[in-house]
Nanobody, 124 residues
Framework: QVQLVESGGGLAQAGGSLRLSCAAS????????MGWFRQSPGKEREFVAT????????IYADSVKGRFTISRGNAKNTVYLQMNSLKPEERAVYYC?????????????????WGQGTQVTVSS
């Protein structure tokens, strides 16, 4: 069983930055593909970014490419999402996800474990 706990959400101004963290309670964190997703009210859960086991492979949604950076610290069992140049429409609950599959994935149904989410609000 994997437990994921997100932190770092809050209020940012448009154009500002936030850094999300997700700590995993698991012995073999480096075996997991990690991802970040977000969900706004009335919308489906949306892929944001994913990172491979060693951190060398990353994929981003087109909407965040160049502004967001996903990274991981396997020694700390933690994955991060640095979010720069935030936009008001990116207000959402951001979720960390983990999966035991082989390659990075944009598909939320592939992920086995989810955190409780952290709220990000961006003021205009």
């Amino acid at each position: 069983q994997v437990q994921l706990v997100e932190s770092g959400g809050g209020l940012a101004q448009a154009g500002g930055s936030l850094r999300l963290s997700c700590a995993a309670s698991v012995r073999t964190f480096s075996d997991l593909i990690m991802g970040w997703f977000r969900q706004s009210p009335g919308k489906e859960r949306e892929f944001v970014a994913t990172i491979g086991r060693r951190g060398s492979t990353t994929i981003y949604a087109d909407s965040v490419k160049g502004r967001f950076t996903i990274s991981r610290g396997n020694a700390k069992n933690t994955v991060y999402l640095q979010m720069n140049s935030l936009k008001p429409e990116e207000r959402a609950v951001y979720y960390c996800a983990a999966g035991g599959f082989a390659a990075v994935s944009r598909v939320p149904d592939r992920y086995d474990y989810w955190g409780q989410g952290t709220q990000v609000t961006v003021s205009s």
